[in-house]
């Protein structure tokens, strides 16, 4: 008889082990994909700047859209000159394949007090950062975005949140320096078939959003910017969506599955 509780005990340890080997790797494997629900919200003054739909991914960290001092390649200026991203998103995956990419409030400006959402299933093992780039309109060439790809890590390997909002102030608005300031020329209060180029470089401006004061919006509000460096114009949020939670399941289906073979054994 102590031979056979000998061996039963070994087989009930074996199992045990083949069962904690399931889960370790089961849950590695499934902590690291997750849904994430990204909200894009104009914070700005009423009246003021909206923003183009946001073009937005997660990906390695490699795909770098600008350079501030640089002068802005097709991928941005898609972004900043009209905010259709029509560049930014196949350069965005042609360098990362891996990425995962959307557009969150497509298909109308996100107006002052306006808030979008758009969910995604990430491999934060793959993809841990995020990037994004959004016009601000009115303007000839204006738009936020991360100059540095690896600046937003989200996520960790075993795919917890590291950052939940991204928040955004006028003084960090972009000037593509690809597209001279004119009103008459301006996206959302111009005619942007009269644009100019500007042959600058990448740099910080929200001031000259000012030029545009006085005129009339395409969503028909007559603009006023009233924006200082430190006003906040823009959140992007990051929330983990709930899902069942089969790791529990599982463990549970392997426990009474030990039951069963404890009770097997033991009527042996
Ligand atoms: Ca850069
Ligand atoms: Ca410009």
Not at 45 to 67: Q, R
Not at 179 to 205: C, I, K, M, Y
């Amino acid at each position: 008889m102590a031979v056979h509780r000998d061996s039963t005990r070994r087989m009930l340890a074996s199992a045990g082990l083949a069962a904690a080997c399931v889960l370790g790797s089961w849950s590695a494997a499934q902590a690291a994909v997750v849904t994430v629900r990204v909200t894009a919200q104009n914070v700005a003054p009423a009246n003021g700047i909206a923003f183009a739909p946001l073009h937005v991914g997660f990906g390695n960290g490699s795909f770098d859209a600008f350079d501030i001092g640089s002068a802005a390649g097709a991928a941005i200026v898609s972004v900043a000159e009209g905010g259709s991203g029509s560049a930014w998103q196949p350069a965005f995956a042609a360098a990362e394949p891996q990425a995962v990419r959307g557009t969150v409030g497509a298909g109308a400006p996100i107006l002052a007090g306006v808030t979008r959402m758009l969910d995604f299933t990430v491999d934060t093992m793959a993809n841990p950062f995020f990037t994004f780039a959004s016009m601000v309109i009115p303007s000839n060439d204006h738009f936020i975005g991360n100059d540095n790809p690896q600046a937003y890590r989200i996520f960790d390997a075993a795919g917890n949140l590291l950052l939940s909002q991204i928040s955004q102030l006028a003084s960090q608005i972009w000037d593509a320096g690809s597209e001279a300031t004119d009103p008459l020329a301006a996206a959302f209060v111009g005619d942007n078939d009269l644009r100019s180029a500007q042959n600058g470089v990448v740099s910080f401006n929200f001031s000259e959003l000012s030029a545009y004061n006085g005129l009339t919006t395409g969503a028909g509000y007559v603009f006023n910017n009233n924006l200082q460096a430190g006003t906040e114009v823009f959140r992007i949020g990051f929330e983990l969506l709930a899902v069942p939670e089969p790791s529990g399941l599982l463990l549970a289906a392997l426990a009474l599955g030990l039951l069963a073979t404890t009770r097997r054994l033991g009527k042996v």
